[in-house]
């Protein structure tokens, strides 16, 4: 493999862009009008440019993709996350093509690309899941037939995507009808397709996955857990590596329940196994994320490993360097998604430029970004504007090298989620690891991000004040006294 696209753009596309290059191999990028002079743009040692702005005329338009990757003489395409990245037909497409997708099978992806397909793939295996129907329906009075069955809470999930989208937690019969017809509406809005399931709602949960790798000869190794509870509208804000509450144990099971999941599909590359996890430590299958995840860097800080370098060994056909048991975990890791949105008014994108934007340094200290200090973050993708991580020897170090990081990380011209990382990781309940999916809900409100940037303004002022008299005494002319050295000069 001498070529590789990466069809993606900002911090993933130069993450992608960084390893290729350190292997030794060609880079292309694709950019829209709007990305022209990005970061991953510049980097690539080949660029092109897909389009207009929008993601609909420019990164999700596979077949220019395809076609400059045979004008280019391409030999693998890697899709990052998002856009195109859990597309099978698009991975099918370009496997058609003669050129090497980075990342599982076609099959593999239409298996666990449905949330009802996974779990039928799994079922042979015993792994646990969540009490709930294993067909996808759209029809209203059946679905309150089902929630009666199962009892409330329930959780309506659309079939055929994520992120939130056609999700309804129902606590009451009374609410069924109305919370299922706005599922299917926005399933069908967001993803082409009403189809939605049902299942019982696990109270307090926690989002933990587990990254696993898998060669063309039969080898799955798991990369340990992540902790991915802190969220907001069901999307993660921060994560980490390994979870406080995951005995080893407990790890051993999750870890060979997520090799199955893997081999219930033949599934190749990375991917990530999602598991809920309820007050009592139980542990259901969740779903399968068919690409490589944003938050892979814990992973990657805890083992060692760089998680793309593996991809293209497997995808040009090379076998995993390691076994299961050369794998350990080494201190701690936490990511903190730095998104252009204002946790003071329900985490709404904040688009703006980046007048002032200067990156904390240190060792254990990364930074995946794909801007630079004068650029305007696009109105037209995902606001995320940075993935910033820490790691030290456990995690009381790994949580006060971030909060550190978070002071010196200089971002102005819009306003970020750092203060609400700074609200989450010197909580209590995230200190103590006795945390849910429920944390925002539960703990945070602006108000309380408001109430310490006021008390942190008035120490300032005090400070400042104080330093100000300090300095207006130094300055103060001594009186003046009549001394020998003047009488002298009197004589």
Not at 245 to 260: H, I
Not at 337 to 362: C, M
Not at 367 to 393: F, N, R, S
Request: aromatic letters at 8%.
């Amino acid at each position: 493999m001498k070529k590789i696209l990466v069809a993606n753009r900002g911090e993933i596309a130069l993450r992608i862009m960084r390893t290729i290059r350190k292997m030794g191999i060609k880079s292309v990028a694709v950019f829209s009008e709007a990305d022209r002079n990005m970061p991953h743009v510049l980097f690539a040692d080949e660029a092109v440019c897909l389009g207009p702005a929008p993601s609909s005329q420019s990164y999700l338009n596979g077949d220019k993709i395809i076609a400059f990757c045979k004008e280019l003489g391409v030999d693998g395409i890697h899709p990052g996350y998002g856009f195109l990245s859990e597309n099978a037909a698009f991975a099918q497409k370009v496997t058609d093509a003669g050129i090497t997708f980075i990342g599982p099978s076609p099959y593999a992806m239409r298996i666990m690309g449905s949330k009802l397909a996974a779990k039928e793939s799994v079922k042979k295996y015993n792994i646990p899941m969540v009490p709930g129907i294993d067909t996808a329906i759209e029809d209203v009075n059946l679905a309150v037939e089902i929630a009666n069955k199962i009892g409330y809470p329930v959780l309506i999930k659309a079939s055929a995507g994520g992120g939130g989208k056609g999700m309804r937690v129902v606590e009451k019969a009374d609410d069924m009808q109305e919370q299922m017809e706005r599922a299917i509406s926005e399933a069908k809005s967001s993803f082409g397709d009403g189809s939605v399931f049902i299942e019982k709602y696990v109270t307090s949960p926690r989002h933990i996955e587990i990254q696993v790798l898998a060669d063309n000869f039969g080898n799955t190794v798991h990369l340990f857990e992540r902790e991915c509870s802190v969220q907001r509208r069901h999307q993660k804000v921060v994560e980490e590596s390994p979870s406080s509450v995951v005995s080893d144990e407990m790890r051993q099971r999750m870890g060979e329940a997520a090799v199955l999941v893997a081999k219930s599909c033949n599934y190749t590359s990375t991917g990530t196994v999602e598991f809920l996890v309820d007050d009592k430590l139980n542990f259901y299958f969740l779903e399968m994320n068919t690409r490589l995840q944003v938050e892979h860097p814990v992973t990657e800080m805890i083992t060692g490993l760089d998680l793309v370098e593996e991809q293209i060994k497997i995808a040009r056909g090379e076998k995993l360097s390691f076994t299961q048991d050369d794998l350990r975990i080494n201190g701690h890791a936490l990511e903190l998604r730095v998104y252009a949105e204002d946790p003071l008014n329900n985490f709404l994108p904040s688009i703006g430029t980046l007048t002032t934007y200067q990156k904390p340094q240190g060792e254990g200290i990364r930074v995946d970004d794909g801007y630079e200090e004068g650029m305007t973050i696009p109105i037209y993708y995902d606001p995320m504007i940075a993935k910033l991580v820490t790691h030290d020897e456990d995690r009381t170090k790994a949580i006060q090298k971030m909060l550190q990081a978070i002071k010196d990380y200089k971002i102005e011209g819009l306003t970020t989620t750092m203060p609400f990382g700074t609200f989450v990781f010197e909580h209590e309940a995230f200190i103590s690891g006795k945390f849910d999916t429920h944390f925002v809900k539960n703990y945070y409100t602006p108000e309380k991000i408001k109430e310490k940037q006021k008390a942190n303004a008035e120490i300032a002022a005090i400070v400042a004040l104080k330093y100000h008299l300090e300095l207006q005494k130094q300055l103060t002319p001594l009186e003046n006294k009549t001394t020998s050295w003047k009488r002298r000069l009197a004589h």
